[in-house]
Nanobody
């Protein structure tokens, strides 16, 4: 089992940047594909980005490509989401999640992830 704790959210003006962190405990993040999801008020939780179990593959929501970057530090057992050029439509609660299947594929459905953090609020103002 793994516990996930997100941090780094906050209020930022449009065009600004934030870096979210997801600290894992209990098992090494190299055992999991690690994903980032977000949920805006009144909307379903959606996939944002993920890094595969091996760390060699990543996948992004089309609307964040070129602005967001997912990475990990296995020594710190932490996954990051660097968010640049933020837009008001990026406002949401951001969650990290772990998929413990033993393959290097990346899944985009919430149903495919086994463990979730509590979320961190990101608010982008005009």
């Amino acid at each position: 089992q793994v516990q996930l704790v997100e941090s780094g959210g906050g209020l930022v003006q449009a065009g600004g940047s934030l870096r979210l962190s997801c600290a894992a405990s209990g098992r090494a993040i190299s055992s999991y594909t690690m994903g980032w999801f977000r949920q805006a008020p009144g909307k379903e939780r959606e996939f944002v980005a993920a890094i595969s179990r091996s760390g060699t593959n990543s996948l992004y929501l089309e609307s964040v490509k070129g602005r967001f970057s997912v990475s990990r530090d296995t020594a710190k057992n932490t996954v990051y989401l660097q968010m640049n050029a933020l837009k008001p439509e990026d406002t949401a609660v951001y969650y990290c999640a772990a998929d413990f299947r033993v393959n290097d594929w990346i899944y985009v459905s919430t149903r495919d992830y086994d463990y979730w953090g509590q979320g961190t609020q990101v608010t982008v103002s005009l």
